[in-house]
């Protein structure tokens, strides 16, 4: 009985999972849409952060569902998959930082790159690192939130808070049922992060 | 003191030039009107006013020595994205 709720539990969590990566891929669209008609290259960087996420979360869920059909050879694969997704995440905030870092001139596309190794030269304790990132990313977003005052900015924000409230639920470890509903509330943090993103994409392309 | 200038991108500029010509409604723009609202030299205004026609942003009128500018459908069309993505680059803090 107590596997079935788990498994039913896995599958919400692999849907969570799944909408949340179609969300990330559609903020990615955009940007990249925005990028092609401005050549400004912070929408670049932050199409890729959202890419980045995107193909993270199909990641684990591909893993995930691996682990599901053939348990007893999917241990390295789920081990492999579940680093390749916190590095994933981590490699995303790394972007996001200097994507929603304001200022112009002193913007390079190095800091991008840079941001990109920064997961392969720190300590493997990759949710610490991703809350460490995430905090630097929601404190920009307040920034530009208290100088804007958009609705899309506080949208914005909103969803960052949310991821980095994901990452805090999510350094639980998961030892029993209890536990796991915690990690589901930190998915459904995530989710409803990226679904903050997806209603200022909404708003952001009403016609006037 | 000196103040800086805030940076605008080539496609910001031709936004505020197709802006200022959609405020003139159906009386057009003139070259002047076009050239202190978008804030430009004389020689970009028309290097800008050129690659505008040229895109078929912007249709010209010619009445003896007078020039006037009206926005096209695909102007008007372009303006309408510019809008969005400004707004979604404003949400992230990016200046477009």
């Known amino acids: ?86 590095v994933m995440k981590i490699m995303a905030y790394a972007i996001f930082i200097t994507a929603t870092h304001r200022g112009q001139r002193k ?62 639920l999510g350094m639980i470890n998961v030892i029993d049922l209890q536990t796991y509903f915690i990690y589901l509330g930190s998915q459904l943090a995530q989710f409803l992060g990226l679904f903050s993103f997806l209603v200022m994409l909404r708003q952001a392309q009403k016609d006037e | 003191m000196s103040r800086k200038r805030a940076y605008r991108s080539k496609v910001r500029i031709l936004a505020d030039m197709l802006r200022t010509i959609q405020a003139e409604g159906e009386d057009g723009a003139g070259p002047t009107k076009i050239l202190y609202a978008a804030n430009l030299s004389h020689d970009r205004l028309t290097q800008y006013i050129e690659e505008l026609i040229e895109k078929e942003l912007i249709k010209e009128l010619i009445d003896g020595d007078n020039r006037s500018y009206f926005l096209t459908q695909k102007g008007r069309e372009f303006l309408i994205e510019y809008r969005k993505i400004e707004r979604l680059s404003q949400a992230f803090g990016i200046d477009v």
């Open chain 1, 1 to 86: 009985m107590q596997s079935q709720i788990v498994f039913a539990l896995i599958r919400i969590d692999l849907i969570i999972e799944v909408v949340a990566g179609i969300i990330a891929l559609m903020v990615s669209h955009y940007a990249n849409v925005a990028f092609g008609l401005t050549r400004q290259k912070k929408l670049s960087d932050l199409s890729t952060g959202f890419l980045v996420l995107s193909a993270g979360m199909f990641g684990r869920v591909i893993g995930t569902l691996y682990f599901l059909t053939d348990p007893a050879n999917a241990d390295r694969v789920l081990g492999i998959v579940i680093v390749a997704y916190g």
């Open chain 1, 107 to 168: 913007y390079h596309s190095n800091y991008a790159m840079a941001a990109l190794a920064l997961p392969f030269l720190t300590s493997p304790e990759l949710d610490v690192i991703a809350i460490l990132l995430l905090i630097v990313v929601v404190l920009q977003t307040l920034m530009n939130y208290a100088s804007v005052r958009s609705s899309f900015a506080l949208y914005v924000f909103v969803g960052f808070t949310l991821l980095l409230v994901s990452h805090i």
